[in-house]
């Protein structure tokens, strides 16, 4: 297929990506494969096929001795657009636990909501949740974009804890003209409007693309797109039924184009393949912490310029993190670098990087001893490991934010400064 064919073809189906949102969406609840499945350290957990009030779902069977919250997910490509409401059938037994739904957007942003009264009964209940209940959980921004959603989240999180088992055996998520609390109320961000006017295909995976748009293959029909505004054009990715990226392509408007070929501006790091991240502001970064924990964001004095402090202390909860949005496009040549000083109780940090799709890769240091000291560490990207999110596969070309962490070891009060973080080809 020609490039020409190809860019053809984008057109066509961008054209049947902007449709009207189902009037329900109602999710495959089984096999248990449909679903990604994933726990805190120390929990343990098993998904497996049950049978229903509404037919054939699927259960979280749950042990919290350890890790406090065990979750799955399942990746779609869905445009939600005035969905009004969450509808589930559920049944619990054990201990008393709080169940989580949340949904996640293409830039990563989760907007979820808890449920503490669920009764553990061993009963089947219809559990209706409206989307003006749903609030910004973290990651992305505190948009959520209902018309790009991603994936859809189940949890159990710690409340008595101990072993137990979570039944689900419908999804569906109900039309109207309702929207989540703090959901776009204006255009901006990744819910701008694509002005009209003439753009220039800046770049394109187009080997990629033929093979996908190829009808000997498969049916063109069955093929989605996700559309997004960027700087000074838009951004087309095509994905398969199931959700599973098939290919992507960039424009900018020519005259964007016209002045980015023009401009005598310096380069700068970035451009060179390598990115520094600031540390001069707190207010560069946003902060999340789960439910138990204390945290203070502050500026301090650095070896090199100001440092970012994380003043936290873990009465009940188990982590904290920061994190800053960021295009990248990094490869496993890339290393991480980062100068920090940890004081207080012994605790892990973590790095972590997330693309488009949400999939998070990080790297734990469990072995560090708490001290004045600053703290230097190089680390290669291909030593990065799944976390979560997303698939398995981090797409290494397209991250979109980086995150730092601290997980519970000991537990208690501590400090986390950090100097420098850099990442360099």
Wanted: overall charge negative.
């Amino acid at each position: 297929m020609k490039r020409t064919s190809v860019w053809f073809a984008i057109l066509i189906v961008t054209a049947l990506f902007f449709v009207s949102p189902a009037a329900a969406v109602s999710l495959e609840m089984s096999p248990p494969e449909k679903w990604n499945s994933g726990a805190a350290d120390g929990a343990n957990l098993s998904v497996k096929e049950v049978d229903g009030e509404k037919g054939k779902g699927v259960s979280m069977s749950y042990d919290f001795s350890g890790g406090d919250w065990a979750q799955i997910w399942q990746d779609v490509a869905l445009n939600l657009a005035g969905m009004s409401a969450v509808q589930l059938n559920v049944r619990g037994d054990g201990g008393k636990n709080r169940l989580e739904v949340k949904l996640v957007d293409a830039d990563g942003t989760n907007f979820g909501v808890r449920l503490e009264d669920l009764a553990f009964d061993n009963q089947w209940h219809d559990v209706n949740i409206p989307f003006s209940k749903f609030e910004y959980f973290w990651g992305g921004d505190d948009k959520l974009d209902l018309a790009h959603v991603v994936s859809v989240w189940l949890a159990v999180s710690k409340m008595d804890g101990g072993a137990g088992e979570v039944g689900i055996d419908q999804v569906e998520l109900v039309t109207s003209s309702a929207a989540p609390a703090k959901s776009p109320a204006g255009s901006g961000g990744k819910n701008a409007k694509i002005p009209a006017g003439t753009y220039k295909l800046e770049s394109a995976d187009f080997a990629k693309l033929s093979l996908a748009l190829d009808p000997a293959r498969r049916d063109p029909s069955k093929l989605r797109v996700k559309v997004g505004a960027v700087d000074d054009g838009m951004s087309f990715e095509l994905m398969d039924e199931s959700g599973r990226k098939l290919g992507q392509a960039r424009l900018v408007g020519e005259d964007a184009a016209s002045a980015s070929e023009s401009s005598s501006t310096p380069p700068d790091e970035s451009s060179a393949g390598g990115y520094k991240f600031d540390m001069e502001s707190p207010d560069d970064w946003t902060a999340q912490k789960a439910d138990g924990v204390d945290l203070t964001v502050a500026q301090s004095a650095g070896k090199s310029g100001n440092a970012i402090d994380l003043q936290y202390k873990m009465a009940t909860g188990e982590w904290l993190q920061i994190s800053q949005e960021k295009q990248m496009s990094l490869s496993l040549d890339h290393d991480i670098f980062v100068r920090f000083r940890l004081t207080g109780s012994k605790n892990r940090v973590e790095l972590k990087l997330a693309d488009a799709d949400g999939t998070n890769f990080g790297l734990k240091f469990e072995d560090l001893t708490p001290s004045d000291r600053w703290v230097e560490k190089t680390a290669p990207l291909k030593s990065f490991t799944y976390f979560w999110g997303g698939d398995d596969k981090m797409d290494w070309s397209h991250v979109v934010s980086i995150w730092v962490a601290v997980a519970k070891i000991d537990g208690g009060a501590g400090k986390l400064s950090i100097d420098e973080i850099r990442l360099t080809p």
